[in-house]
């Protein structure tokens, strides 16, 4: 309990030499129901917050004098202290609820609500918040730590809302892929782009050399985040699952991709088709444009030349009179470049072959029969 009396005084606590008004106020340090402890603190103009201690302190408090109540476990004492000017007495016990300085405080100064937090201790004494946690982390480290908590797990519901809000606009897919043949997996299978379904963008390595993992996996063309990787064993070397979520709405133009194979396909300055069908290996791809060179083009029949990979092969090596004209590589991917020899140019890609038409009904044919029949009579 505080009892207040403002007075003039002749020599101020803060030790000048003329008259300044000061405060008296008689404090008593007994304790209360249940053993709680009242405490008193003294504000500066400064916001300094001074726990009182039952002693002078320099240049802010003196106490005048003290009386003593011997009463066993309720003795007290009483002080009567006067502070310097501009000094403000706080004085309460701890909680009667949680026997926390907190709620104390709030009954103290009839805060009016909780006080549950670092603004609120400061609000309560009057303060800034940068004050009231210096004062608090060197009094009473536990209640300081206590509202440290309270403010982490506010942040956390920040993010969290925060979080919400984003994945309300955002839409989770999963790309699968996997189980490549021989020939995609030579040609780049495992480090080419990845589709996202339903939407305009590409899932792609951010280094070629090593496996589609969580951290090596990114999202161009739209706005997204690699959320997993899975895989799983399987021909071909198995199969991935990448799950992605992606913003709706935000696609750009994808960029052009071009794998290591291609670009040293381009670099070669070899033909493309044929640096790819070889597998890189440049004298056989050299050693195969000196036999076309000297191939009789002329004398490939034309037929041969349209029909599948084995009649293309026996036809070349018919003319050319050599079984290994083609140095391993499919005839498929390379016969293109013999017909453009012949040609002295480019070469269009064939045609595809008109569908079949449904064979005639036997009604119809009949009546197509009688009708020439008729015509004849």
Known sequence: MVTVRMGRTGKAANGGGREEMTTIISWNDGLG????????????????????????????????GHDYQKNGKWSSTTYRIETARGVRAVSGRDGWETGRFVEGLCDAVRFGRP????????????????????????????????????????????????????????????????????????????????????????????????????????VVGMLGTVLAVSHASGHGGGYVSVTVSVVPGTETEVPAFESDRDRAARESGLPEGLFLAFDGDVERVRAFMGKVERLDVSRLDEHEMSCGRARKKAEVVRVSGDPDFFLGADPLGVCWYIEEAGTGGAVSPPAPKPEKEDAPSGSATLVDLMGKFNSHR
């Open 115 to 218: 006080v549950d937090t670092w603004a609120d201790v400061a609000n309560a004494l009057e303060i800034s918040v940068p004050s009231a946690m210096t004062f608090l982390r060197s009094w009473r480290p536990k209640a300081a730590a206590a509202l440290d908590e309270v403010d982490r797990k506010l942040d956390e519901l920040d993010e969290a809302a925060d979080e919400a809000e984003a994945d309300r606009d955002n839409e989770t897919v999963v790309v699968s892929f996997g189980s490549p043949t021989r020939r995609q997996c030579k040609e780049g299978f495992w480090t080419s782009p990845k589709g996202i379904q339903g939407h305009g963008g590409e899932l792609r390595l951010l280094d070629p050399s090593r496996d589609w993992e969580k951290d090596n996996v990114t």
């Open 33 to 64: 129901h249940r053993s709680l402890r009242p405490w008193l603190l003294l504000i500066t103009e400064d916001e300094r917050v001074l726990p009182f201690k039952g002693q002078d302190i320099e240049r802010v408090a003196v106490v005048r």
